[in-house]
């Protein structure tokens, strides 16, 4: 997909249903940690724009685990892809089939 926060919007803009998320810029753990509240725990993902083959990509289940995560993944998305930037995107644990 290239550019995951880019094919995100556009799919929105679309109005194609997704993953409930947040691909803005955010600012640090502390904004993390809320973003992620809002959309919803237990699991959020946080995600490299960049990313593939699960780089930059790690579930948390509890806000200090998130907080965590807006450290380790950007970095491991700026080393992987030369691209720090990171969207957070809920888990899905089992999906309803498609009716």
């Known amino acids: 997909m290239g550019d995951k ?9 679309a109005r194609v ?5 947040f691909t803005r810029r955010h600012r640090g753990r502390r904004a993390g940690a809320e973003i992620a509240r809002g959309i919803g725990y237990p699991v959020p993902m946080i995600k490299a ?3 593939g083959a699960r780089k930059g990509c790690g579930s948390r289940e509890t806000t200090p685990e998130c907080r965590d995560g807006y450290i380790v993944v950007p970095n491991e998305a700026k080393n992987a892809f030369g691209d720090d930037r990171v969207f957070i995107e809920k888990f899905i644990v089992e999906a309803a089939p498609h009716r």
């Open 5 to 13: 926060i880019a094919s995100k919007r556009l799919a929105e803009a």
């Open 17 to 21: 249903s997704t993953i409930p998320g």
């Open 49 to 51: 724009s960049a990313g």
